[in-house]
C-alpha cells in the first residue's frame, strides 16, 4: 500500500498530538527579524526566543511545553544552501517540509527517543533492522563527554551495537551559533539496501543510506570565552524531511518519486511534449532531462511558497535569490524542454493542488503567485530580447568565434545597449557558436572586485550561480571569494 504525503503528515502530527503536543501552524518562510536574515531553514527558528530565553512571558509562546508541526522550510543562502544538491541528488531540496516535535523544559532523551522510534516502527511500520542511530562521539580538545545517554537508549530499545553509531562535531553536535544554547544531537538513518555492516555508509553522502530524523538536544549554554555550561532548563528539537520519509515509507530511494513531485512532472510533460521524467541521475542522465524535470519541480515548490508568504522577486535580498530562481527556471523549461516559459505559472496550480489544504495561503494566493509569476517571466523574456539584440550587434562589431573576457565585461556592463547576463551570455553563445573566455572574464571581475573590496558580485547580478557553476566546471576557483559572500554574509 503506497503512502500519500497527506497521510504520512498527519501520522506524525497525530502521534504527537495523542502524546500531549500542541500543533502550532509553520511559520512564514520570510523570517523576521528575530529568526533571522535568511529564509526558515528549520522548524526551530519561529521558537528561537524559548531557546534563547528570551521569550515575553504574557505571549502565548510562554506556555508552550510540547509543540509539534510541519515547518515549511527553504534552504537557499545561509549557512544551509542546498542549491547546489538540488536536481543532482534525489533527497535535497531547496524548499522541503520538516516535521517536527518540541520539548520545553519538559521531557528529554528518553523519552524523545522512544516517541521517535515508535513512530518509525509502529506507526509507520518501518522495519527496526533498517534504521542507523548516531550519537555524538564527545571532543576532547573540547572537552565534551560522549552522549553514552543516548546510545544507551537505543540499545535500550533493542537497537544492535553495530546500528548505533558515534559520530564528532560536524554532525552530531548543534549549535546555533558561536555562543548560545547547544547541544549534542542523535541522528536516524535508513538503509535501503539492507547491507550487513553498513556502519560505513552513514553519514558518508551514500545513496543507499539516507538521513531521515535529526534530535537534538539543547543541554549547553556556550559562553562567550567557548566554555560550555549547564542549561538550566532541558530543550527537545527535532526535524524530519516530509519528502524523505514519505519516499522510504514507499520504498523508494528517491523524493521525487511521491505524490509530492509526480503531478509537476506530469504538467512539465504535458506542456513540453517531452518524454516522461526517467529517474536518472548524474552521468547517467545523459541529456540532462531527468535533473531538469527535479531542478523545475522543486523550483517550482519553492518559489511558489515564497510568494505566498509575501515575498516577491526583487533586485535585492531574498527577492533577488527568488528572482534568480525563477530564471534559472524559465532557462530550463526553454533550454530543456522547449515549452512555454508560462509553463511556470501552471506549475502553481500544481502546487496549489498537493500543498493547499496543508497551508491554504498558498490556494488563497494563487493568483497572486501566478501573476508574480508571469511577471518575472515576463520580465526575463524582455532582458532575453535586448540581450540578444546586444549580443549581435557585439557580434558584428567584434568579428570573432572567439569572446575574449574584455568583450564579455563590456557586454556585461552594458556597452551594446543592454546588461547582459552572464547565464544568457552562455546561451547566446551557445546559440552563435560562439566560445567565451570565462576565465578571462573571471579576472577581470577580480579585479574589479579588488578595486570595490568588498562589493558582492553576484549579489549585483554581475556573476550568476550558473556562471559559476560553468567556471567551477572549468577548475576555475577564483570566484569562490565573491560567492562565500554572497552566501554566508548572513547566517541565520
Ligand atoms: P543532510 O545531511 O541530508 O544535508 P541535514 O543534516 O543538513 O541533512 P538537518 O539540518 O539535520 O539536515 O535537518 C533535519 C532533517 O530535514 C534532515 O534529517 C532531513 O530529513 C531534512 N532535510 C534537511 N535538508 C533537506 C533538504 N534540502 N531537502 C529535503 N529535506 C531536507
Ligand atoms: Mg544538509
Ligand atoms: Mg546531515
Ligand atoms: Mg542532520
Known amino acids: 500500500r503506497a503512502w500519500s504525503s497527506a497521510e504520512v503528515r498527519s501520522a506524525f502530527l497525530r502521534h504527537f498530538q495523542d502524546q500531549d503536543h500542541l500543533f502550532v ?120 563527554q560522549p552522549d553514552d545517554e543516548c546510545r544507551e537508549i537505543w540499545r535500550s530499545l533493542g537497537i544492535p551495537a553495530e546500528r548505533v553509531l558515534p559520530f564528532g562535531m560536524r554532525d552530531n553536535f548543534w549549535d546555533m551559533g558561536d555562543t548560545g544554547p547547544c547541544g549534542p544531537c542523535t541522528e536516524i ?120 508568504d509575501g515575498l516577491m522577486p526583487s533586485r535585492n ?43 491554504p495561503e498558498i490556494s488563497k494566493r494563487k493568483d497572486v503567485i501566478k501573476s508574480a509569476v508571469a511577471m518575472t517571466v515576463e520580465g526575463y523574456l524582455q532582458l532575453q530580447k535586448e540581450a540578444r539584440q546586444a549580443f549581435v550587434k557585439m557580434l558584428k562589431q567584434c568579428d570573432s568565434k572567439h569572446l575574449s573576457g574584455e568583450v564579455m565585461w563590456q557586454l556585461s556592463e552594458g556597452k551594446y545597449g543592454c546588461s547582459v547576463p552572464v547565464d544568457l551570455m552562455l546561451d547566446l553563445a551557445e546559440e552563435h557558436g560562439v566560445s567565451l ?5 573571471e579576472q577581470r571581475l577580480q579585479h574589479v572586485k579588488e578595486q570595490q573590496s568588498h562589493v558582492p558580485l553576484i549579489e549585483e547580478g554581475v556573476i550568476s550561480q550558473r556562471c559559476y557553476e560553468s567556471l567551477q566546471k572549468q577548475g576555475v576557483t577564483a570566484t569562490d571569494d565573491s560567492f562565500k559572500y554572497q552566501y554566508s554574509s548572513s547566517e541565520s
Open 25 to 144: 501552524p509553520s511559520s512564514s518562510v520570510i523570517p523576521n527579524k528575530v529568526q533571522g536574515t535568511y529564509f526558515t531553514n528549520a522548524g526551530m527558528n519561529q521558537f528561537k526566543p524559548l531557546f534563547l530565553g528570551t521569550v515575553d512571558p504574557r505571549s502565548e509562546m510562554a506556555s508552550y511545553k510540547r509543540v509539534v508541526n510541519s515547518q515549511k522550510c527553504i534552504r537557499v543562502g545561509g549557512k544551509h544552501n542546498d542549491l547546489e544538491e538540488v536536481g543532482q541528488d534525489l533527497t535535497h531540496h531547496t524548499f522541503f517540509e520538516m516535521l517536527g516535535n518540541w520539548s520545553f523544559g519538559d521531557y528529554f532523551k528518553e523519552q524523545a527517543c522512544k516517541m521517535a522510534f515508535e513512530l518509525l516502527t509502529s506507526v509507520y511500520g518501518l522495519p527496526a533492522e533498517r534504521l542507523y542511530f548516531t550519537y555524538f562521539g564527545g571532543n576532547t580538545a573540547l572537552n565534551l
Open 437 to 441: 573566455d570565462l576565465q578571462e572574464f
Open 189 to 308: 538513518h535508513y538503509d535501503h539496501a539492507g547491507v550487513r555492516d553498513g556502519a560505513g555508509l552513514v553519514n558518508a553522502d551514500h545513496p543507499e543510506v539516507v538521513e531521515i530524523w535529526n534530535l537534538v538536544f539543547m543541554q549547553y549554554q556556550r559562553q562567550e570565552n567557548g566554555t560550555l555550561s549547564k542549561l538550566p532548563q532541558h530543550h527537545v528539537d527535532t526535524g524530519m524531511g516530509l519528502e524523505r520519509i514519505l519516499a522510504v515509507l514507499n520504498g523508494s530511494r528517491s523524493n521525487y518519486d511521491t505524490d509530492l513531485f509526480q503531478p509537476l512532472f506530469a504538467a512539465i510533460q504535458k506542456a513540453s511534449g517531452a518524454r516522461a521524467y526517467g529517474g536518472k541521475v548524474g552521468q547517467e542522465d545523459t541529456t540532462g532531462t531527468d535533473t531538469a524535470y527535479r531542478v523545475l519541480a522543486d523550483h517550482a515548490r519553492m518559489y511558489t511558497v515564497a510568494i505566498a
Open 317 to 359: 535580498g531574498l527577492g533577488h535569490k527568488l528572482r534568480q530562481l525563477i530564471y534559472r527556471c524559465v532557462r530550463y523549461s526553454h533550454n530543456t524542454f522547449k515549452a512555454d516559459p508560462h509553463l511556470l505559472c501552471d506549475l502553481v496550480d500544481c502546487v496549489s493542488a498537493s500543498l493547499g489544504e496543508a497551508f
